[in-house]
């Protein structure tokens, strides 16, 4: 096992490109993969929600990973999502699979290890099997809101840690406090936290977070970049303040029928052709719901800023 840390930054939650006849456009992905390392990313999240995780057969997901690992080749490095649950022993088979893409981590979804009424002695009961049976294996979690969140509490972060096999954990508390106890927790292991919510990026950063895997990190890479660069700038306060304030507020239009708005904001504010297709929320997009959408990276390019994909047009 490596004792190496994953690197702080931003984190893409990589969104799968669709044809029109919902086949993956692995053109498009591989494209993405580029966009993301030129632009700064630490590191990319395959197979995750946003990647449309639970609308992707398993062979499309041992697919997906592959290429995303293939098409990094090292640049930066890819944790890969299994959502996969069933027995302890099922669960850590699933792992070892997705282990043999070339993913520098796995990482559980912590709402699929055990069903939801089940006690978290359970729960570190499953994860102590996969660690058990996947020796070698760097893990990571991942608390995803579908089927259902399941947030560890402060002790099970803290067991996770003491494994040292955990390297990656993108938190979806939504609280710094939460955050900042969890963070204090991982002192002197190889876990680090990642939070999904660009609202408080700015103050976990300074709790000790390692940076942020969410909408952001798809849509701004080189903005996230800088910003967490130089969140402890005093010379450059006002522009992170400002920067801050700017993808906390674009984070709302994009929520809106999220994965294809992103797809959407990219194809018009990017190098990036994304179709606006997803599985997941199938449904079209139309005119009144992409305006906004588009004038959203018409404004950021618009705007005087230190970085920014969309503001340079790449």
Not at 221 to 246: F, N, S, Y
Request: charged content about 25%; aromatic content about 6%.
């Amino acid at each position: 096992m490596s004792a190496a840390l994953l690197p702080r930054g931003g984190w893409p939650v990589m969104l799968t490109p669709f044809r029109e006849d919902r086949s993956i456009d692995w053109e498009a992905l591989d494209a993405s993969v580029d966009w993301y390392v030129e632009l700064g990313s630490a590191g990319l999240f395959a197979v995750a929600l946003s990647s449309e995780m639970y609308d992707l057969s398993a062979e499309e997901r041992d697919l997906l990973a592959r290429r995303v690992v293939e098409r990094a080749a090292g640049r930066i490095p890819v944790v890969v999502g299994s959502p996969v649950g069933g027995s302890a022993e099922a669960q850590a088979d699933a792992v070892a699979a997705v282990a043999g893409t070339g993913a520098d981590a796995v990482v559980l979804i912590s709402s699929q290890l055990t069903p939801l009424d089940a006690p978290e002695r359970d729960w570190l009961s499953v994860v102590d099997t996969i660690v058990d049976r996947n020796p070698g294996v760097d893990l990571g979690v991942y608390e995803c809101p579908l089927p259902f969140k399941r947030l560890p509490s402060l002790d099970a972060v803290r067991a996770l840690a003491e494994t040292g096999a955990f390297t990656f954990y993108k938190d979806t508390s939504h609280s710094v406090p939460v955050m900042t106890e969890r963070i204090r927790a991982m002192e002197g292991s190889r876990l680090r936290l990642y939070n999904a919510a660009i609202g408080s990026l700015t103050p976990s950063l300074r709790a000790g977070a390692a940076g942020l895997s969410g909408y952001a990190a798809n849509l701004y890479p080189d903005l996230l970049d800088w910003l967490i660069r130089h969140v402890d700038d005093a010379e450059r306060a006002d522009a992170v303040t400002a920067i801050q304030r700017l993808l906390t507020i674009a984070e709302h239009a994009v929520n809106l029928r999220y994965p294809t708005s992103a797809k959407v904001l990219l194809r018009h504010g990017s190098r990036l052709r994304f179709a606006p297709i997803s599985r997941w929320k199938p449904e079209a997009i139309g005119p009144h719901e992409s305006l906004p959408l588009e004038e959203l990276a018409a404004y950021i390019r618009s705007l005087d800023l230190p970085a920014g994909a969309l503001a340079a047009g790449r």
